[in-house]
Structures are given as structure tokens and as C-alpha cells.
């Protein structure tokens, strides 16, 4: 299938063998036809063998009837993600085209020239499961979440895609596995960070070497809610990473930032970044250590700001891990009401979608009940639009962000 205007062929996906049959052993057909995506091993009857990411019809408990087509790995406890709900449809090239040119066509309709960094594509939340692509002006990273995604995805048609129909200039890929070095798919590989805007803040993303994909932007709208609320005051940004939280209030008109984060060439980052807007270099106070010591230490001297963001990374990888991941959750949160102004405020994130809104909501009313202080909830947020989820995947819906003024 010819698609591009060049004549090349783009082959978004990899495997297009014919699909695999697999069988449900539990009635959930229902359930995936209302949009869950994800089918785990202990609900298929058998597996045959076959390579990670072949294409699969999933057949239903009772009477063999097909219920969705996706993607099949025998040896991940994932084991088939659904594609589509129709079970009869082709997995082709033309379906992932498809699918790619509606995702784009969603970005389209929302950001404007202010906005160059965002998500393109989002995985199950457009339909295309285990892909992930994030747009920094004419750069592109795309992510594969797993050995099932990088068997059924041809990330190499996928650029070329890309650079034929959304203006990419340059695609390069990061590698889930730790140690795994990316590779450039189209263009050259960036030799500096790549510059963006976002709500005409400038920032830039190290795509090769950063976390995630260089930048968290995931956080852009709570970053908005905190720049129209920094007027005057003074702001303190924990777990900052390369300072997002902190530009964005020092363009609201905060007085002074302070930015801690443990990595140190984070926090240079969050200075240059600070410099790059044009901001008053002796207004912001870049500050390399480790949160939680920082919360002890500036506690003990009784230091207050009017503004507090705790913005952790994931404390909760698996179910296992929630338990701790509570008690660190609350620690920040109790440090950081110790440290928030009578009045002020205190904006605690967590990316954790193994802790939901209501836990982490008990778990901000814990932290703030130890801290002896009362809140009231402003705002509660999640993550933006170009961030979709299934309705039927509640996990999808991994961040909260929840705004609270103490008294």
C-alpha cells in the first residue's frame, strides 16, 4: 500500500501474519467489548506457541464466537491486548495508519503554536496498544511497552510515517529495558536537548538520556493551575526534575522559587531553563539534594513558602509495593504542610496507578492530619487530554493532583 506522498511504503506494523486463535476460559466478553483492553494469562484457556506480538482473534468461553482481535505474547502474564472490538477486523497496515491519523488528528484540534511538546499518541488510549510517541517540535520519541508491542509494531514504518504525515523531522526510539541503549529511526541523533513550548513557557528535553522521554508532560495543565495562582508568592518545588512546576510559577510572578531535586544536572537544567524564560536569576534558588532530608532540614529552621508541590516519582511499580509507597506518600505530604505558609498552599502529584483518588486522597488527609494542620480541597486534577485513557481502564488514569489550602 502506497501511502506517502513520496512514493515510499509505510509499514506501520511488523507482524501481519495470519492471526492466532486464542480462547477465554472465564466469560469477559462483555467487559472487553465495553472497552477493557487487557486480557491477562489466567484468562486464556491455552497458549500456542507462537512469537511475542503475533496477531490473535480472542475467541469467547461459550460458543467459540470471535470477540476482539490484538496482539499476543505468550510468556507476559499480559498476555493479548485487544486492538479491536470487532472481531472480524484486518490487522493491516491500513488499520494502524488508521488508527495513528486519528490520534494525530486529536493534537491537531488541541494545541496551537504555543504548545510544540505533547503526546501523540497514547497507547491504549488511542487504540494502539503499547505505543507511546511524545512530539517536541519536529522531534518525536516513540516508546514500546514491551516484547508484544516491539514484535506487532514496526517503529522503523512508524517514523517513516511520521516524517511523511505530521511534519517529524527527527524519530528516535527509547528502549524500555534498563542498559538498552535507543537508536535514531529518522534524522540525526540530538547532540543538545530539544527546545519546545509549551503555553509559550521554553523548555527543552535531553530525549536520549532524560527521564521518560525527556520531560513530564503529563503535568502541563497542573504546571497552567500553578502559574495563574504564584502571583506575590513564594514557591517551593519538590522532586522538580528540570523545573517545569518552577517556570511556570516564575512566569505567574511568584516572588521567589525555590527548586530541590536529588539529580544535580536536573537542577541545572531547571536553572537554565529559568534563565532561557528570562527570569530574575536571584529569584530562584536551585537546591541539589534529597526531598525528604530537605523537608527535615528546612522543617527544623522553620522555613515556610506560600506555595508547596511535592511531585514524587511512582512510589508504586506493583500492588506489592503500595503499602510503602502509603507511608512515603505520607511523609512527603506531612513534611510538606509543615513547610506551606497559614493560608497557603500545598500541591501534592502521584503517579502511582496502583493508588488511586480515594486512597490518595485518605493518604493527603492522613499527612495533613500528622502535620496538625486542616486543608480544603481547590481543585483536583489528572493528566491532559492529549493523555487519553479507556473509560472501562481506570488504571489508565495513573495521575492525580490534588490542590489544597491549609489553614
Known amino acids: 500500500m502506497d501511502s ?15 492471526p492466532i486463535k486464542l480462547r477465554l476460559n472465564r466469560d469477559l466478553a462483555r467487559t472487553i467489548k465495553r472497552g477493557h483492553p487487557w486480557v491477562y494469562a489466567e484468562a486464556l484457556r491455552d497458549f500456542p506457541r507462537a512469537p511475542a506480538g503475533s496477531p490473535a482473534v480472542l475467541m469467547d468461553n461459550r460458543k467459540g464466537q470471535p470477540v476482539a482481535v490484538g496482539m499476543y505474547d505468550p510468556n507476559s502474564p499480559l498476555a493479548f491486548r485487544v486492538c479491536d472490538t470487532d472481531g472480524e477486523a484486518n490487522l493491516d497496515d491500513r488499520w494502524a495508519e488508521n488508527r495513528l491519523r486519528k490520534a494525530y488528528e486529536l493534537r491537531r484540534a488541541l494545541f496551537d503554536s504555543q504548545t510544540t511538546g505533547y503526546r501523540l499518541v497514547n497507547g491504549e488510549g488511542d487504540s494502539t496498544p503499547g505505543l507511546v510517541i511524545d512530539r517536541y517540535g519536529d522531534t518525536a520519541v516513540l516508546k514500546l511497552d514491551g516484547a508484544g508491542p516491539c514484535g506487532f509494531w514496526n517503529a522503523e514504518g512508524i517514523a517513516d510515517w511520521l516524517k511523511n504525515h505530521a511534519s ?72 522538580s526534575y528540570t523545573g517545569g512546576f518552577s517556570i511556570a510559577a516564575g512566569i505567574g510572578g511568584a516572588s521567589q522559587v525555590t527548586t530541590v531535586d536529588l539529580a544535580q544536572p536536573a537542577v541545572t537544567a531547571a536553572h537554565d531553563h529559568w534563565i532561557l524564560n528570562g527570569l530574575d536569576p536571584s529569584a530562584h534558588e536551585p537546591i541539589a539534594t534529597d526531598a525528604f532530608q530537605f523537608l527535615s532540614q528546612a522543617g527544623s529552621r522553620k522555613r515556610r513558602w506560600e506555595i508547596t508541590i511535592v511531585d514524587p516519582p511512582s512510589f508504586a511499580p506493583n500492588h506489592e509495593s503500595v503499602s510503602r509507597a502509603t507511608a ?19 500541591a501534592a502529584a502521584s503517579c502511582s496507578s496502583h493508588i488511586d483518588l480515594e486512597m490518595f486522597l485518605k493518604i493527603c488527609e492522613e499527612g495533613i492530619s500528622e502535620a496538625r494542620r486542616r486543608a480544603t480541597v481547590v481543585s483536583i486534577q489528572g493528566q491532559p487530554p492529549d493523555h487519553p485513557s479507556p473509560l472501562a481502564l481506570p488504571e489508565f488514569r495513573y495521575l492525580k493532583f490534588v490542590l489544597l489550602r491549609l489553614d
Open 4 to 18: 506517502t506522498a513520496g512514493g515510499l511504503i509505510t509499514m506501520p506494523l511488523l507482524n501481519t501474519a495470519a
Open 168 to 239: 517529524i523531522k527527527t524519530v528516535y526510539e527509547r528502549r524500555k529495558e534498563r542498559g538498552r541503549e535507543g537508536r535514531v529511526l529518522v534524522g540525526e541523533e540530538p547532540r543538545q536537548p530539544v527546545e519546545f513550548l509549551e503555553r509559550g513557557l521554553k523548555f527543552t528535553a535531553d530525549i536520549v538520556h532524560g527521564q521518560k522521554t525527556g520531560f513530564f508532560l503529563d503535568q502541563r495543565d497542573n504546571r497552567h493551575l500553578i502559574r495563574s495562582l504564584a502571583q506575590g508568592r513564594s514557591v517551593v518545588n519538590l522532586f
Open 328 to 346: 512515603a506518600y505520607q511523609t512527603l505530604i506531612c513534611g510538606g504542610a509543615r513547610l506551606t505558609s497559614s493560608g497557603g498552599l500545598l
